[in-house]
């Protein structure tokens, strides 16, 4: 078989597993001209599943989250998180490497829009400053939130 092996990925449902939200309580009376916006994702898990039907299916657990920080960079005034499942249906066989890449590089644009979505309603909800996140611009995967310049 050949090393240059097309696989297609179908994607098939996108839904939120878990989240959460919070806020200072005096947060909507602070000057937001001194707040920054930090975004981040994390690719928790990438599981290959056989379905009942044959096919193989592709679960992608992937945490997104936003948070309010003050100038400093540190301290947090308020914070989105969510855990969606991404879920596809593929032919071929990939092997780790690519079913990884995949996961890394392609799911956090199929999800992107959901989160976007979320964002915008729930802080308005909340009484954030009003956010709303690039239209194509996941960035880099990180369990962790940027570090304040030294």
């Known amino acids: 078989m050949s090393s240059m092996q097309i696989h297609t990925y179908t994607l098939v449902d996108i839904y939120t597993l878990e989240g959460s939200f919070r806020s200072e309580p005096n947060f909507k009376f602070e000057n937001f001209e001194a707040i920054k916006a930090q975004t981040r994702q994390h690719v928790k898990q990438a599981i290959v599943m056989q379905l009942d039907d044959g096919r193989k299916m ?3 657990l ?18 989105i998180l969510l855990l969606f ?40 909800r909340m009484s954030l400053p009003k956010l709303t996140l690039p239209t194509l611009a996941p960035g880099a995967n990180t369990a962790n939130w940027p570090q304040a310049d030294a």
């Open 58 to 60: 592709l679960r992608v």
């Open 85 to 124: 499942a991404v879920e596809y249906v593929f032919t071929g066989e990939p092997d780790k490497a690519v079913i990884d890449n995949f996961a890394l590089n392609i799911t956090p644009y199929n999800a992107w829009p959901y989160f976007r979505e979320y964002v915008a309603n729930l802080s308005a």
């Open 62 to 79: 992937l945490e997104m989250a936003v948070r309010w920080v003050a100038s400093d960079e540190v301290t947090e005034k308020a914070q």
